[in-house]
Each structure stands twice: as C-alpha cells, then as structure tokens.
C-alpha cells in the first residue's frame, strides 16, 4: 500500500499477557518511529529506528517494552506482561532521509488501540 | 528533556475566531517546523510546515509565524471553524542530517459553533 500500515487496528488483551503490534512502513523509508498516545494526550516518544544505526530507545517506558525493525522495513512493538496502564493507542510513523534542503514529512499509521483488562 | 515544548494543551474559541497554538525549542540546528493535524481515530497528517529563512508561511487559514531569534514558532488559525477542531502537534527535526522528528505534547482545539 502506499500509506503506512498498522496491525491489529485493535487489540483487546488480558493483563499479564504480551501483544505484538506490527507496523509496515512506507516502502523507501529508512527512518521509522513508535509513539504512544494515551487517550486525549500528546505523543509519548517511544523508539526511533534510522537505517542500520542503533536505534533510538530512550522514550521505552520499562524493559517489558521492545521493538525490532527486520531488514530495515517492518517493525514490531512487543509489549511483555501487559498492564492497564499500557492501555494507548500505538502509532508508527516513518519518514524517508533526504538530503539538501528537500521537504520531508512523518507518514503516520491509523494506530493500534491496545486495550488491557 | 523535551526538544520542543508546545502551549497551551487545550483550547476552546469560538466559531470565526483565532486559534493559536505556540511552540519553542532549544536546538539551533532544527531547520524544518511541521505541524501535524490528528483527527480523533486517525493518525496525524501534515498540515503546513515552514524552514527558518522565512519568517510566516500561509496556506489558506492557517499561518505558521516563525521568531528565530526568539526559537518560537505559532499555528494561527483564522475565522475557525468547528471542522478544525482537532489535535495539532508541532515537531522539529534537522533535515539534512538523520531526520529525527521531535514533536510537541500536542494541542486540542476545540471550535465551538
């Protein structure tokens, strides 16, 4: 597809269970983002891939936390012994690198809305 | 420490009226100011963004005012309507490097009729 694309959109889990959200960039895109949006708040930073660099992971809230980026494209969030304070919607965004003094933008995902129970 | 803080968290103005949302950061290196537009169930979307050699930028209704000696940049939003109302972010990233955006806490506008 031509847009950044988020799997499951919903996700329903039990707390002490772990979840997998999946996040498939826009073909191209070398940079690849995950936030966090707890309901009506801002963008909690989570992780930030770029290329074969070392990711980015100072906004990981704890170590159940993880994200993986294979082959430089797909991403997946593994969420480890869920609690309800990691109930959120989940976003993935990625960008392309560009050099000069071209414009570049962020592409967000619809999100994954994680619900613990 | 948060590269680039945004105000207010929330806002209500009434329909016709101005909506302005403020940004700053810190890092003199940020060469490019998105502002991102999310509507409730999607993800953000870019609405309008401004690079530091101009000082405002205006598509349609909305202007991006841009202060580099201050390092503040503002989202005014003219005659609003209650179709803006929305979550704005503003980000920040150095475009010619590894092209990591920072993005503010975000803003929730509310325009009533």
């Known amino acids: 597809g031509a847009g950044v694309s988020q799997s499951p959109s919903n996700k329903v889990t039990e707390k002490g269970k772990d979840v997998e959200l999946r996040c498939d960039p826009i073909?191209?895109?070398?940079?690849l983002y995950w936030y966090r949006q707890s309901l009506g708040q801002g963008l909690e930073f989570l992780i930030y891939?770029?290329?074969?660099?070392?990711?980015?992971k100072s906004g990981l809230p704890s170590d159940r936390f993880s994200a993986e980026r294979t082959g430089g494209s797909v991403s997946t969030l593994t969420i480890q012994r869920t609690q309800q304070e990691d109930s959120a919607v989940y976003l993935c965004?990625?960008?392309?690198?560009?050099?000069?003094?071209?414009?570049?933008?962020?592409?967000f995902g619809q999100g994954t809305r994680l619900t613990v129970v | 420490q948060q590269q680039v803080k945004q105000s207010p968290q929330s806002l209500i103005v009434q329909k016709g009226g101005i909506s302005i949302i403020n940004c700053a950061y810190e890092n003199t290196a940020f060469d490019y100011f998105p502002w991102y537009q999310q509507f409730p169930g999607k993800g953000p979307a870019l609405l309008i963004a401004i690079r530091p050699d101009v000082s405002e930028k205006k598509e349609g209704r909305f202007t991006i005012s841009f202060n580099k000696s201050a390092k503040q940049f503002s989202l005014h939003i003219m005659d609003s309507q209650p179709g803006d109302s929305a979550t704005y972010f503003c980000a920040a990233t150095v475009s010619y490097n590894f092209n990591k955006f920072y993005f503010g806490s975000g803003t929730k506008l509310n325009v009533k009729p």
């Open positions: 891939f770029q290329g074969n660099s070392a990711p980015d």
């Open positions: 965004a990625s960008s392309s690198r560009v050099g000069g003094n071209k414009n570049t933008e962020a592409f």
């Open positions: 073909s191209g895109h070398t940079a």
